[in-house]
């Protein structure tokens, strides 16, 4: 007898015990999801490996590191949008799999057509750094600000950042200081 929510509850209870920092103890929980083709669990999983690579079980980094991208290259092929901003991160910085940039630009993209904060801040990393496209302080500060605009906290630091060194001339220093007062806050 198939139970459709069997999946989702064990993602949901090894998820709670990731954030309650019970890491061994989740794990076991997302991978039964994980291997029931749930994509949520695929690619919160994949988190897990990058996070604590050592609850992974694999030997080694470079395994563990395999797997994660294995995982989210799962989730993406059943539409899951958190995953491609995930998946457009593994190739930016070379987890698991060799570095493409142009890749990386594509999934970043197309998790942003999805209004992903995370994907719009690390396109902004590729813009601020000149990665697989032109350096381009404008462009970068644009996306670390729609990713600030959505609450993601890294959006805020990198932003602030940008701002305090003066890498955009278009924007005020005053725009600046309440995300970084509630980033050194940790809000």
Same mark, same amino acid.
């Given at each position: 007898?198939?139970?459709?929510?069997?999946?989702?509850?064990?993602?949901?209870?090894?998820?709670?015990?990731?954030?309650?920092?019970?890491?061994?103890? /989740? !794990?076991? $929980? #997302? *991978?039964? @999801?994980?291997?029931?083709?749930?994509?949520? %669990?695929? =690619?919160? &999983?994949?988190?897990? +490996?990058?996070?604590?690579?050592?609850?992974?079980?694999?030997?080694?980094?470079?395994?563990?590191?395999?797997?994660?991208?294995?995982?989210?290259?799962?989730?993406?092929?059943?539409?899951?949008?958190?995953?491609?901003?995930?998946?457009?991160?593994?190739?930016?910085?070379?987890?698991?799999?060799?570095?493409?940039?142009?890749? /990386? !630009?594509? $999934? #970043? *993209?197309? @998790?942003?057509?999805?209004?992903?904060?995370? %994907?719009? =801040?690390? &396109?902004?990393?590729? +813009?601020?750094?000149?990665?697989?496209?032109?350096?381009?302080?404008?462009?970068?500060?644009?996306?670390?600000?729609?990713?600030?605009?959505?609450?993601?906290?890294?959006?805020?630091?990198?932003?602030?950042?940008?701002?305090?060194?003066?890498?955009?001339?278009?924007?005020?220093?005053?725009?600046?200081?309440?995300?970084?007062?509630?980033?050194?806050?940790? *809000?």
């Amino acid at each position: 007898m198939e139970q459709p929510d069997v999946a989702r509850l064990q993602y949901q209870y090894g998820w709670a015990l990731w954030w309650a920092k019970r890491h061994a103890e /989740a !794990i076991p $929980w #997302l *991978r039964k @999801a994980a291997d029931q083709s749930y994509s949520a %669990a695929q =690619a919160d &999983l994949a988190y897990a +490996y990058r996070d604590d690579p050592a609850v992974s079980g694999y030997p080694s980094r470079s395994e563990t590191m395999s797997e994660a991208y294995r995982l989210v290259r799962l989730a993406v092929e059943q539409g899951n949008t958190i995953a491609m901003g995930d998946l457009g991160t593994h190739l930016m910085h070379g987890v698991g799999v060799k570095r493409d940039y142009g890749a /990386a !630009i594509s $999934w #970043l *993209r197309r @998790a942003i057509e999805h209004d992903d904060r995370y %994907a719009k =801040a690390h &396109l902004g990393e590729m +813009y601020k750094n000149g990665w697989g496209v032109p350096q381009d302080d404008a462009e970068a500060v644009k996306w670390f600000r729609a990713s600030a605009d959505q609450g993601y906290r890294g959006g805020q630091y990198n932003l602030a950042l940008m701002l305090l060194q003066g890498r955009d001339r278009a924007e005020r220093m005053g725009a600046c200081p309440a995300w970084r007062r509630d980033t050194a806050v940790g *809000r």
